[in-house]
């Protein structure tokens, strides 16, 4: 059965990035906390700034050492984006009238704003198959005055961004829940299905997925990012995933971009061999041919 707590406060809101098998990490926030955690005017305050870097390095995936080498690159880094061409001015009246348009266009697709918020056919299964494993926290509606709850976190997960945080239980009953993509290609679609509805939804205000749909989201990623591939296709789709990831404004941890790379690299050995026994097996066949041309 599911666990039970209880609060007053309203559910977190945010977005989970959509980016690989990792979080990103945000250099500027970063260069902050560690110059504060080596030249904090207390202990204390020393402290805090390194238990803050602490905590965002480890949800990049990086070491220490690999984020405070990323700052001695920092300076080039900062050259390199001078030389890209300036971004327009913010105009927030722009960005407003922007953000009422899209709200419109949704609400014309989806025939209502609750409607955008409707559970799909998917997040209704995911719910079902985690349910057991959820954490559930109640709290009291502030506009209804009625109690209510959510999922806070699924069983054994701290948090659920990257496979590796995933439970066993909890990455089995993800897969489960229902049929996992046949080919990497439908991986794929559905890793940008997911962020497209969290798109969608965020023009209303904040918002994130709920766990259940997290721990998909992780076992896709991690699916796009060691899954064996059968064909062409398959590459085409690790590539395309591998290139959003390193075109992101985030910069995607040292040990994550050897290890896609390595995974091509074997994708390539795969799939000539499988090439070089294809062609082996038409010069065969071309070969008996002739030879029953020869006999006749």
């Known amino acids: 059965m599911p666990k039970d707590e209880m609060t007053n406060a309203c559910p977190p809101a945010g977005r989970i990035p959509p980016t690989g098998g990792w979080s990103p990490l945000d250099l500027e926030k970063f260069e902050k906390f560690h110059t504060l955690a080596t030249h904090g005017l207390t202990p204390g305050e020393r402290d805090a700034a390194l238990a803050s870097a602490m905590s965002m390095v480890e949800a990049s995936g990086m070491t220490l050492e690999e984020a405070i080498g990323l700052l001695d690159a920092k300076p080039m880094l900062d050259l390199l984006a001078h030389l890209r061409p300036d971004p327009e001015p913010y105009n927030e009246k722009d960005d407003a009238a922007e953000r009422d348009a899209e709200i419109a266009r949704l609400i014309d697709l989806y025939g209502s704003e609750e409607a955008v918020f409707a559970e799909t056919e998917n997040e209704l299964a995911l719910d079902k198959a985690l349910d057991h494993l959820s954490v559930r926290v109640k709290y009291v509606n502030q506009v209804t005055g009625e109690p209510a709850s959510y999922v806070s976190q699924l069983a054994g997960c701290e948090?659920?961004?990257?496979?590796?945080?995933?439970?066993?239980?909890?990455?089995?009953?993800?897969?489960?829940?229902?049929?996992?993509?046949?080919?990497?290609?439908?991986?794929?679609?559905?890793?940008?299905?997911?962020?497209?509805?969290?798109?969608?939804?965020?023009?209303?205000?904040?918002?994130?997925?709920?766990?259940?749909?997290?721990?998909?989201?992780a076992l896709l990623r991690h699916e796009l990012d060691t899954r064996r591939v059968q064909n062409w296709s398959d590459f085409a789709a690790r590539?395309?995933?591998?290139?959003?990831?390193?075109?992101?404004?985030?910069?995607?941890?040292?040990?994550?971009?050897?290890?896609?790379?390595?995974?091509?690299?074997?994708?390539?050995?795969?799939?000539?061999?499988?090439?070089?026994?294809?062609?082996?097996?038409?010069?065969?066949?071309?070969?008996?041919?002739?030879?029953?041309?020869g006999m006749r």
Do not use: T
Request: a negative charge.
């Open 239 to 293: 590539a395309e995933w591998a290139r959003s990831n390193f075109e992101d404004d985030h910069i995607a941890p040292r040990r994550w971009q050897e290890a896609i790379q390595d995974r091509m690299a074997d994708d390539m050995a795969i799939l000539k061999r499988a090439s070089e026994a294809e062609l082996a097996e038409l010069d065969m066949e071309i070969e008996a041919y002739e030879m029953l041309r």
């Open 159 to 217: 948090r659920l961004y990257n496979y590796a945080d995933l439970s066993a239980s909890v990455a089995q009953a993800a897969r489960d829940a229902y049929p996992m993509p046949e080919d990497l290609q439908g991986v794929l679609e559905e890793v940008l299905a997911w962020d497209k509805l969290a798109e969608d939804r965020c023009n209303f205000g904040e918002y994130q997925h709920g766990p259940a749909v997290q721990a998909r989201e």
